[in-house]
């Protein structure tokens, strides 16, 4: 009797804990479909500003839409590109591919948001006065730093979440290694 209330406990748990797997992947499809122009809603304004207000402290800086204008002379265009969506959408690609408590969860993506906004607003910071600045390599400089490190930057940010919350999980593989458990210990229920 014991044995079939601890059998059945753990059935309703890992079936709570099933349900939980699907919610965070369905939860996913939705971000990925809808958050991605969400992200440029709320982020490129909030970069104008805050870049802006950097630049203001060595400058004379205006801003007329998705322009940083420096000292009159030096335009600074915010591509919807310099926002990184796709950065962010694969940061919570990873975050909601391994299992976590809720509480840990909320705090591991808003700091993993927070750093990859700061290291983003620092970088168009430091492009702006490569620029107004007329470094004769900002153009390759740039382009090493779209191409290479904004991948290098991403792992960098997922690899110190990583740490600081103590995740162990491997995204994706954990989760279908729990599914694959769940699985075969249903089926030996089912042979007794």
């Known amino acids: 009797m014991i044995k079939l209330k ?50 203001d402290i060595f400058y004379n800086v205006y801003t007329n839409n998705e322009l940083i204008i420096i000292n009159f002379s030096t335009y600074i265009y915010i591509a919807d ?8 959408l694969l940061l919570i690609i990873l975050n909601l591919t391994i299992h976590l408590k809720i509480e840990t969860r909320i705090k591991s993506i808003l700091y993993l948001f927070g750093l990859f906004f700061i290291i983003y607003i620092g970088r168009i910071v430091f492009f702006s006065l490569l620029y107004h600045n007329k470094f004769k390599y900002t153009d390759i400089t740039h382009v090493f730093f779209w191409y290479i490190l904004s991948i290098f930057f991403v792992l960098l940010i997922w690899f110190v979440t990583i740490k600081k919350f103590k995740i162990k999980d491997i995204p994706i593989y954990t989760d279908l290694l729990y599914i694959k458990n769940i699985s075969s210990s249903k089926n030996k229920l089912r042979k007794l």
Not at 81 to 88: F, H, L, N, T, V
């Open 6 to 55: 601890r059998d059945l406990f753990k059935i309703i748990k890992d079936n709570y804990n099933l349900f939980y797997v699907f919610f965070r992947y369905i939860l996913l499809l939705v971000i990925i479909i809808f958050g991605y122009n969400l992200i440029y809603i709320i982020l490129k304004p909030l970069t104008i500003k805050i870049t802006s207000s950097i630049l």
């Open 81 to 88: 590109a310099c926002i990184s969506a796709s950065g962010y």
